[in-house]
């Protein structure tokens, strides 16, 4: 399966804010002031692995 150019500019844009939003998670799970920001980031980290997955799909 060969990428188009938009398809590699769309996964390495997600992979990017996956790799920002893994550093988020780590941070948010040492610092426990706000019990609702672990579940988020992980919910927003599931939804980008599914895009990415998505769009290599394609």
């Known amino acids: ?3 188009n ?3 590699k500019k769309q996964l390495d844009v997600e992979r990017k ?5 893994q550093q988020v998670l780590t941070s948010a799970r040492k610092q426990t002031d ?6 988020r980031v992980e919910r927003e980290i ?3 692995r599914k895009r990415i997955e998505d769009i ?3």
Do not use: H, I, N, T
Not at 17 to 21: A, E, F, R
């Open 1 to 3: 399966m060969a990428l």
């Open 5 to 7: 150019k938009k398809q």
């Open 17 to 21: 804010k996956l790799s920002k939003l």
């Open 34 to 39: 706000e019990p609702d920001e672990v579940a």
């Open 46 to 48: 599931d939804a980008c």
């Open 56 to 58: 290599q799909d394609e």
